[in-house]
């Protein structure tokens, strides 16, 4: 049953950024962060106590992060600035080296910070760890919303 919740979660990410890819890429990028924020809320959630800690979910949420890191770049390109309701900001096109590294090192993190999971301390490190990925990019990336 763990490793199912696990392939799910890491093929429910995958199959929201090709689907949508192919078609829109605003409301594939936005399907592929609610992906993320749903596997993130999990994460804060067993992070605070407020879940019980379970190694192949914490597990699943490395994997699940990884998974969108390897496609979410593609999803910004040309002529998908404006649109859609989009909260990405020009700084993306103007600074693309920058953030595809970014998304690049949140890959990285991900599946090395994952691989030291091993108990909740572990899980708490290194989810506090590659979440940072996360407000580095939307501090200078994403619009604020209201």
């Known amino acids: 049953m763990k490793r199912f919740i696990m392939a799910a979660a890491v093929l429910a990410i995958g199959t929201f950024a090709v689907t ?13 962060m609610k992906a993320v924020g749903q596997q993130t809320g999990l994460g804060a959630r067993m992070a605070r106590g407020q879940a019980a800690f379970d190694l192949t979910q914490a597990k699943a949420i490395f994997a699940a992060y990884e998974q969108s890191a390897a496609t979410y770049a593609n999803l910004f390109p040309e002529g998908s600035q404006t649109g859609g309701d989009t909260a ?22 991900a599946r090395t910070e994952g691989a030291k999971v ?25 619009a604020r919303r209201n």
């Open 20 to 32: 949508a890819q192919g078609t829109d890429p605003i409301a594939a990028r936005k399907e592929s």
């Open 88 to 109: 990405a900001l020009p700084a993306i096109w103007a600074n693309r080296a920058d953030f595809n590294a970014r998304v690049a090192k949140w890959a990285a993190d």
């Open 118 to 142: 091993t108990d909740l301390a572990t899980f708490q490190a290194a989810f506090g760890e590659v979440t940072k990925n996360c407000g580095s990019c939307h501090e200078t990336y994403r």
